[in-house]
Each structure stands twice: as C-alpha cells, then as structure tokens.
C-alpha cells in the first residue's frame, strides 16, 4: 500500500511558533509512516502598524513555491493561514486541494477560517494570567497592555482581562487599558502608566515582545521587577527564559495544535469530518517577573557558556558567508557556483540537500526578441535541473520533471521522510528552489533564511549577467546582420571583413572577395509578388553560405547584392563560384516555383601581402560581377 503524504504550507519555518507546530505534525507523521513535505518561504507579511507593503515581485518569487505542490502526491495539507503573505494565495491551495478532494487543516488563523480549523484559546490563556495575579499574588491594580484595538487577538484578551476582574469585583478603569502594537509601542505605554498615580501593581502584556518592552522602560526608571511591579507575557517563546527576570508567560501550545490538526486529516481519511472549530487551551508559566519562585537558578557559567556559544555560532556563520559570497563572485559557471553550499549544509545539519534550478534559467534564454515583451514575472518552470550533490548520488546537471519534486523517489523510501522546500529567486525571476532533509524539525533558524536569502542573490546575479551578455550578442547580431537572411550587413563587413585581412597578411594567405547579383528580381517581384523575390533572396543566401568554407564573411550588401570576403586563392574561387550555382540549380530542379533562380558572380583575388582595402577590391569585384551579368544578357539576345 502506497504511503500517504501531508504537507504543509507555512511562511516563517524559521520561526518559533510555526517550526513548533511543524515539530506536532512530524511527531504524528513518524510515529504512523507518513511522508511530511513542507513548503516554506521566509519573508512575512509586514506589522498591523507598519504602511510597509511588500514589492510585487517579493511576494510573487515568495508564493512562487506554493505553485511547486504536486496534488496528485498529497493526501493532505495543513495551512499555517495566519502565516501566509497573501489571502489570494490561501484561496488558490484550497481550491486545488478541493478539486483534488484533499482534506486541508487550517492551523492558527482565526482570520481566515475554513471549513476545519485548528484554532488557540486565548481568551483561557489571559484568564489564567490575571487569575493568578489576583488569587494567587492579591493584587487589584492591574494593568494592560494590548495589540491594536479591533485586532481579533488583542479584543479576546481584553475582554478575558475584564472579566476576571469583574468576577472579583475590582473596578475596571479605562485609563489603565492601552495598547502596544504588539511591538515596541509597549515601551510608550509603560511611560503612560507610570505617569498617573497610584501605580499599578502589574501590568499584563498581551506578548512577550511587549512585556520585553515593558520591562526595559521599568528598569529605566529604577522599578524593580516583581517587587515594584509585577509583570506578565503570552506567547511562551523561548527568550522568556533568558530575560532578567525570567516572564511569566502563557505558553501556547503550538505542538498540540500540529498534533491536532494531523489527527484531524486522518479522521477524515478515516470517514471522519472534523468540527469546523477546534481549540488548544494554553498554560500559564510561572516565572520570576511576577513573583513566584523558580527551580535553582543555572549558574552564570552555564548561562556564559551558552551566550558565547551563541557568538561563536554567529562567528562562524558569518565568515562562511563572506566567504561564500567571495566564490559565487568567482564562479564562472553554474556547475562551480554551487559548489561551495556543501559548508552550508553542514553547517545545518542537513542529511539531504537538492540545489533545484529552473531549467529555463539554467539553459538560459532562447535568445532576445526586441519586438517580444518581456513577462511581468518568469516563474517556475516545467523541467528542472539537479545542481548539487549532498547527501545523495543525483550527478550534477540531471534534469528532472518539476512534479517529482526531486529527481530521486524519496516519498517511496524504506521509511516516512520530511523535506522542505523554499524559494530562490531574484528580482522577477524565480530561479528554482532548494529541497532539503533537516536532521532537526524544530525549524531552521534565521541564520537558514539569511543563507538561502544569500545564495539566491548570488545566483541570480551570476544568471542576470549571463543573460545579459546574451542579449549584448544578439544585439550585435542584430546591428552587423541582415534580418532576412541572417547575413551579414555592410556594418557586419567592414567590422568582420577588415580582421579577415589582418589576419590573411599575418599568415601570408591570399584574400578574394566575390561580388553576386540575382539575376532577373524585378521581373520576378511584379509577375510574382514581393513573397516571390524574398525567397529567390533567401534561397541565393542559401546557397552561398552552403557553397563558401568555413570563416567565409557572406555579407547582403543590397536588395539583390551579395559579397563575400574569404581566405582563399584565385584557383579555388572559380570551383566556390561553381558551387553556387550548382546549389540554385538543385533548387531550381525542384519545379516547387515557377520562377528561376539564378545569380551573376565577379571576384577579385590578391596574393598574400598585397595592400588593397575593401572598397578597392569589392569595387574591382563589382565591375566583374557586372560585365559576367553582360555577357548573360548578350547570350539570352
């Protein structure tokens, strides 16, 4: 029996909450043999505060690697809605997942609820928090702190404030209530407080972020914490802990939540339909910031130990960038560029790491066409190309179809899996993707985006230069070519004719130059039309760059005039002329038009180390094209 498949779709693996819920599923996952695939990008939608918006073409090379997910793989998905840089998007998976008759989980988005959602309880959580300040500590001054006023989070925990102190019968006062933005705001808020009288005896932050905040403007004013004031959080991330004091905190029980929502994916597998609602209630953590007692403090050395540990972690992360970046400049192909990501992945831990590029990018453009737009937006491709070898035998350069993910079988292992992917791409283009195997679940960290985030820039500036000297060429070829028949021009001759003759007296070899003439365009352009005399014009071009060797400069110098500069001696000009003519015989043998194609040739030779310009001999070479055209027309009288 085939292995069942869940993904998810999260932006922000590398941070605390959404990695803890991935870590709930991983667990559920494992333990019942069901492959785990994560598509994660990294950059998040910006503050409630903030007028920043995101450029379009972040949040199209972001979402790009949601358009990676292969439904005929998938026997689930959990959507980490909250996360997601685009309501569109959020729309869009639901909708394949629909077609494709996928259960879909959404986990931790009250804002944007689906038909089963796996939600927090926060209104629970505050009211412990403000029960426990109450019974367990007998304070009544209490204050909040809160996110944006309207916000769905912040108005359920306001009103889980108030009701507790109603059940206690303390007076609710407006004036204690503000709000922090859910960020640095807070520190503004604690000025307000401390400017009225009495004050409180705690304050109640709606985050951790903000109850930071919070504290840093107490100790500013020389407050200490819980003795002055004690002070509360919620979120439970992990540098409660490594604050002075330690926050109490209500902890949110992310991991639950994955565990649910896995547990819900196969309920429906099972004929099960799960509520539309589901919640996971979170616990108070008791800390030092409001006044209960903590187990034996670590000693300093530990804590010193870890903090240095920390630095030298950044330390070395950072030279290894540097360095990195230093060979992506030196790289000078895709097969180097690469190279140097194996560090990367060790520094990860990564067992497995696929370097995944578009083929389009790697193989470059089909060349440049002025008169063609170019899209708003070059996304992902149908075909990709497999450009680094870590953790598996996939030679570099195997291209592979973009529905398999990677170019190996990893959903049909000996054991269940867990890989993620997220996006490389660079100004409007989406480069590919990396596809990876953490040895860790607990998400990569922000060093991870920062490395990914670098190798994309890196690489699509080595892709943006190569396309560059692409269009620089077929500019060129555009200005020195003839655009019918891809000849080239006048500019093209005296550019490439001129280096011809350079090198002929170099080498002491002899230089003819060929003048042609078709015979007879006129007559056909007015009996056959205009398409009629394009092709006897094609066709001579033909015939000419069959007819000449390699290194010949066949050159259109005119409506029906040809020349051509090659290094070749009068002896053998006469059996290159020949052939010419022998190639328009072929064609004209044909009987595909009722028309001949014919053409008059005159050619002018010099021995090697002779000075003649071009125009010299091209007009020697003329006046003999035209007087064998003469003797033609005598010999048709």
């Known amino acids: 029996m085939k292995r069942k498949t869940i993904a998810v779709c999260v932006t922000g693996y590398n941070w605390e909450c959404e990695s803890r819920i991935i870590f709930g599923i991983w667990e559920k996952c494992r333990e019942n043999d069901i492959n785990l695939l994560v598509f994660a990008s990294f950059v998040r939608k910006p503050e409630l505060s903030s007028d920043k918006t995101l450029p379009e073409s972040i949040i199209l090379g972001e979402t790009e690697i949601y358009r990676l997910i292969n439904y005929d793989l998938i026997d689930g998905i959990v959507m980490l809605g909250d996360s997601m840089i685009s309501e569109e998007l ?19 988005d009250s804002n944007h609820i689906m038909d089963s959602n796996v939600l927090i309880s926060d209104s629970l959580g505050m009211e412990y928090a403000v029960r426990h300040l109450v019974e367990e500590h007998g304070l009544k001054r209490i204050n909040f702190i809160g996110g944006f006023p309207g916000n769905q989070q912040t108005e359920e925990r306001l009103a889980a404030y108030k009701r507790v102190l109603e059940e206690h019968h303390i007076t609710i006062e407006e004036s204690r209530i503000a709000y922090g933005e859910f960020w640095k705001k807070a520190a503004d808020c604690t000025e307000s407080f401390l400017q009225t009288e009495p004050l409180p005896e705690a304050i109640v932050c709606a985050s951790d972020t903000m109850a930071f905040f919070c504290m840093d403007k107490l100790k500013e004013h020389g407050l200490r914490i819980p003795e002055d004031i004690a002070v509360t959080g919620f979120d439970g991330i992990k540098d409660c802990e490594q604050y002075d004091p330690p926050l109490t905190t209500i902890r949110r029980d992310y991991a639950e939540m994955g565990r649910l929502a896995f547990d819900s994916i196969v309920g429906v597998w099972n004929g099960i339909t799960p509520p539309k609602e589901q919640y996971v209630e979170s616990k108070l953590v008791q800390n030092r910031s409001c006044g209960c007692s903590m187990p034996e403090e670590t000693p300093d050395h530990d804590f010193y130990t870890k903090q240095y540990g920390e630095l030298n972690l950044f330390r070395e992360f950072n030279a290894y960038i540097l360095d990195m970046n230093t060979k992506f400049a030196c790289a000078s192909t895709s097969a180097e560029l690469y190279t140097d990501m194996v560090r990367g992945a060790q520094f990860f831990h990564l067992n497995r790491l696929y370097v995944c590029i578009c083929s389009n990018v790697e193989y470059g453009s089909k060349g440049y066409d002025p008169d063609k737009e170019r899209p708003k937006f070059i996304g992902l491709s149908d075909t990709m190309i497999s450009m ?35 996006p490389l791409y660079f100004k409007d283009t989406f480069l590919g993707y990396l596809a990876y195997e953490p040895t860790g679940i607990k998400g990569a960290g922000d060093f991870f985006a920062t490395w990914v985030t670098s190798i994309a820039n890196n690489a699509g500036s080595f892709y943006m230069k190569n396309e560059l000297e692409c ?36 080498h002491s070899e002899s230089v003819t130059i060929i003048c042609a003439d078709i015979d007879g365009l006129k007559p056909i352009n007015d009996i056959y039309g205009h398409e009629a005399g394009d092709n006897a014009i094609l066709q001579t071009a033909y015939a000419i760059r069959r007819a000449m060797p390699e290194g010949s400069i066949c050159v259109r110098t005119g409506g029906d005039e040809f020349c051509i500069i090659a290094s070749i001696d009068e002896a053998q000009t006469a059996e290159y002329v020949a052939k010419i003519g022998k190639y328009l015989e072929e064609y004209n043998r044909t009987g595909e038009v009722p028309y001949t194609v014919g053409c008059s040739c005159g050619y002018y030779s010099i021995s090697a180390g002779k000075l003649f310009t071009i125009d010299d001999m091209v007009k020697i070479a003329d006046a003999n094209m035209y007087a064998e055209k003469n003797k033609k027309k005598a010999g048709r009288i």
């Open 388 to 422: 680094l070898k870590f953790g598996h035998d996939t030679p570099v350069g195997t291209p592979f179809a973009t529905r398999s993910l990677v170019p190996d079988a990893i959903l049909e292992e000996d054991k269940a899996v867990f890989f993620a992917f997220s």
């Open 471 to 506: 269009v620089v060429t077929e500019l060129e070829n555009l200005y020195i070519r003839d655009p019918l028949t891809g000849l080239y021009n006048r500019r093209g001759m005296l550019r490439l004719g001129r280096s011809l003759m350079e090198s002929a007296r170099y």
């Open 90 to 108: 959020i729309d869009r998976i639901a909708e394949n997942a629909g077609n494709k008759h996928i259960p879909i989980i959404n986990v931790n």
